[in-house]
């Protein structure tokens, strides 16, 4: 039961944000990489990319694509001028906002009918599933 409903749960996640039915006007990975830099602050290209589990030159290249649109830029690590950080730009965090505020809004919505109690479980889970889900990478990495 849990394999079907995961795999049918990502599915229709993965459908409403490459439809026009999307939440926001972020892309997922757009969306995420500015989630992680807001929550986190500036992070060096191989930081985000071992927290998404993304090759150094995927993020680099997506990471890239997000700059030139202006939602993020350059600056050096005040630890090691030679390294470049990633920061998110004010445009970025306004967008992020607007985007978080209807991801927001859509949950809501969809779970309007579960108790504060179910809600809450449902978030405790899913933080442990995500939890689970690092842990047994890293140990198949190792």
């Known amino acids: 039961m849990i394999e079907y409903e995961l795999t049918t ?11 026009e039915n999307k939440i926001g006007e972020l892309e997922r990975p757009v969306y995420l990489l500015l989630r992680q830099l807001d929550e986190f602050g500036p992070a060096r290209v191989k930081t985000l990319a071992d927290s998404f589990k993304l090759d150094i030159s995927t993020l680099s290249r997506q990471a890239s ?3 030139a649109k202006g939602l993020i830029f350059r600056c050096s690590d005040p630890s090691d001028g030679r390294v470049s950080l990633f920061k998110i730009s004010e445009l970025g965090r306004q967008k992020l906002i607007a985007d978080k505020k209807m991801r927001l809004e859509r949950y809501h919505n969809m779970l309007k009918d579960w108790s504060s109690d ?25």
């Not at 809450?120 to 889900?133: A, C, D, H, M, S």
Request: proline share 0%.
């Open 118 to 142: 179910e809600k809450k479980l449902f978030g405790e889970l899913l933080t442990r599933l995500n939890e689970v889900f690092i842990e047994r990478q890293d140990e198949t990495d190792s």
């Open 65 to 67: 694509a997000i700059e």
């Open 9 to 19: 749960f990502i599915r229709r996640a993965v459908y409403v944000d490459n439809s």
